[in-house]
């Protein structure tokens, strides 16, 4: 195959729709819970699935190229240090837009599709960099905060919201929530429901994304009951 054709080949895959972000939920009224109690997993069945999809072959040459390059545009770069300052979130979004060396690029005939990180994830406090950054090299990649109490979200309801409505007021367009683990735990699913609902709505405009922690749920049941509530409470 030609460069040429490579890169052809390449382009359709990164300019397929399903990389392009859909508007936020808004939408979630209150829902009937009390199919949740019967859910069960059957968990023999899980890990003989887990096995298969290791044992696949794996995509090569130019189609393994493609997956790669199109795994790049789904990442959000993310700092999360307690170190962070303005200068790590510059380099950061600096990353985040020239994610992979242009003679790499030249080589698959992808220098000019502009290809970026979906996002920059920065903790709320950082935001206004990541902003400030982004709008000086001239790139409108979105920027993502974690909130909720990130990364416990054992925090008093209200500071949690509050900590989204500031995020997002500081110009962050996708919120990475995460939920409380002991109302999974002790099985309080209308109060995980109700707390994401109030989450979605603090978002307004902002996508939201809901980290579920799930090797601190305890059951893949849980894990499936927790995945199914975000997503009945307006999770994106």
């Given at each position: ?7 052809t080949e390449l382009a359709r895959w990164l300019e397929n729709p399903t990389t392009q972000k859909t508007k936020p939920k808004t939408n ?65 979004c600096y990353k985040a837009k020239y994610p992979i060396r242009e003679d790499l690029l030249k080589a698959l005939n992808m220098h000019d ?119 009945m409470a307006g999770s994106d």
């Amino acid at each position: 195959m030609s460069a040429h054709n490579r890169g052809t080949e390449l382009a359709r895959w990164l300019e397929n729709p399903t990389t392009q972000k859909t508007k936020p939920k808004t939408n979630n009224p209150q829902a009937d819970l009390s199919w949740i109690s019967k859910i069960q997993v059957n968990h023999p069945a899980v890990l003989r699935r887990a096995e298969q999809i290791q044992a696949r072959r794996t995509v090569k040459k130019e189609w393994q190229a493609a997956w790669l390059l199109k795994a790049v545009t789904f990442i959000d770069l993310t700092t999360l240090s307690g170190d962070d300052t303005s200068s790590n979130i510059q380099r950061l979004c600096y990353k985040a837009k020239y994610p992979i060396r242009e003679d790499l690029l030249k080589a698959l005939n992808m220098h000019d599709k502009g290809i970026t990180t979906a996002a920059v994830c920065v903790y709320p406090a950082r935001v206004c960099d990541a902003v400030k950054a982004l709008k000086a090299a001239g790139c409108n990649i979105p920027v993502a905060s974690v909130a909720a109490g990130f990364p416990a979200g054992q925090t008093h309801l209200k500071t949690r919201l509050e900590e989204i409505r500031l995020a997002v007021e500081d110009g962050a367009t996708e919120i990475d929530v995460v939920i409380n683990r002991s109302l999974v735990l002790t099985g309080q699913w209308e109060a995980l429901y109700d707390e994401i609902r109030q989450f979605r709505k603090a978002c307004g405009e902002a996508h939201l994304k809901t980290i579920l922690a799930t090797g601190e749920l305890g059951t893949l049941t849980n894990v499936y009951k927790a995945s199914m509530i975000a997503m009945m409470a307006g999770s994106d």
